[in-house]
């Protein structure tokens, strides 16, 4: 039932107000939610109808939300849709941040015209204009907006004017996009500065929010409590493969776009030498670079028990002694794979996640004695794994 306010001439007021979060930064924070793989809690949130609003289009989208007080708590592994119910789109302006959201997840999003304040025409052009430069389609038609991208690539973005939304949206796309993307005027206000925090604190590598140019690095993977100066050697090779790196005191951030290349042979040799210890993950990554090359193991006589794990994928592997050559960038496929110990454990993992299919690896064992719950931290960057339980033939 329509609700109505009956005011009365009132006193100036005194006593003490708690303010409320802010609606502006909580609403782009909450599409953010959607480029999260793991759940995220949002304190202060204010119980406002755009709030409520926004939450339904959550759940609609496949996320679970739960509130208690002003505490919400977002759950986006469960997502699987991504249209957005046009009475919920209509509803308020924020609901235009779900494209740039939609367009980084899945490469497709479609949306009514959205709602908000009749406070003017509030055209969404700059927004469609900053995708189109990331490399989607983005077109209105009908009063409904649908963008498109096989792969959004960075871009140097300039708004013609420093919008909110906007910015907001670019931000959201260029997460989604490979390389590197600055987005010149951008909005200034607040809630900019807000969503970069959030943004960051769930791993983006984004520099700038709340100044006028925003610099934001796509398709990224961010360690953070790492050790730089302990992983030159990796470092140093993953360079070769043409990643572009950034180190910070405690973190290293992993940028490629596109497959990479092959190496140069690789030795493996005491520290500050290269670690056998990653070699064997640095041989599985190395199977969809374009080239070839070899690795070397001068510690260990039995280290490459997995090498003939990774041949039963189709790669493209030859060992001769304590030399493994390798044909990188052939076309893998899923296996039946064996565990033999715990490098030789996660190498296999890095292969199957580049072959099509499902491959089943067994001595899960190996790899537990050493990675503390890898599934759930390689889930959180998007691969796509489950630990399952094998019935015991008796
Ligand atoms: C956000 O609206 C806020 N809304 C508004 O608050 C706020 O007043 C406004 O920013 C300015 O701070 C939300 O965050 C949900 P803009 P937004 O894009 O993003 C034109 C409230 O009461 N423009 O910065 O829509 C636009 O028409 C609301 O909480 C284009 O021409 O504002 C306007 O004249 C009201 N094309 C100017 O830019 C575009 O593609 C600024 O708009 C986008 C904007």
Known sequence: MPAALLVSKSPP????????????????ILAATLLCRTPCVLHN????????????????????????????????RGFAENAVPPAL?????????????????????ALTLPGGCPIGARPIDYHLQAFRALGASAEEEGGTVRC????????????????VGATENAMLAALGADGCTTIENAACEPEIADLGAFLCACGADLRGAGTPRIEIEGGALTLRRAAPASCAGVIEVLGQCGCRIRCGHDTISIHRQGPLTACRPVTAR????????????????????????????????????????????????SQDGRTVRLQGAEPLHAARLHAGDLRGGAALVLGAMQAEGESTIFGVKHIQRGYDNLEAALQSAGARLKTVEIPIKV
């Open 13 to 28: 007021l005194c006593g003490e107000l708690t303010v409320h979060g802010a609606k502006n930064s909580v609403l782009p």
């Open 148 to 163: 498109r991208a096989d792969r959004l690539h960075g871009a140097r973005l300039r708004l013609p004017g420093p919008s």
């Open 45 to 76: 949130c204010p119980d406002i109808l755009d709030v409520t609003h926004t939450l339904q289009i959550l759940r609609h989208l496949g996320c679970s939300c739960e509130r208690s007080g002003s505490t919400l708590s977002i759950d986006p």
């Open 89 to 109: 789109a209509g509803s308020m302006r924020a609901s235009s941040l779900f494209l740039g959201a939609l367009l980084a997840r899945t490469g497709a999003a």
């Open 270 to 317: 005491p520290y500050p030498g290269f670690p056998t210890d990653a070699m064997p993950v640095l041989l599985a990554a190395q199977l969809g670079a374009q080239g070839k090359t070899s690795f070397t193991e001068t510690i260990f006589e039995n280290r490459f028990l997995y090498v003939q794990e990774l041949q039963k994928l189709g790669a493209k592997l």
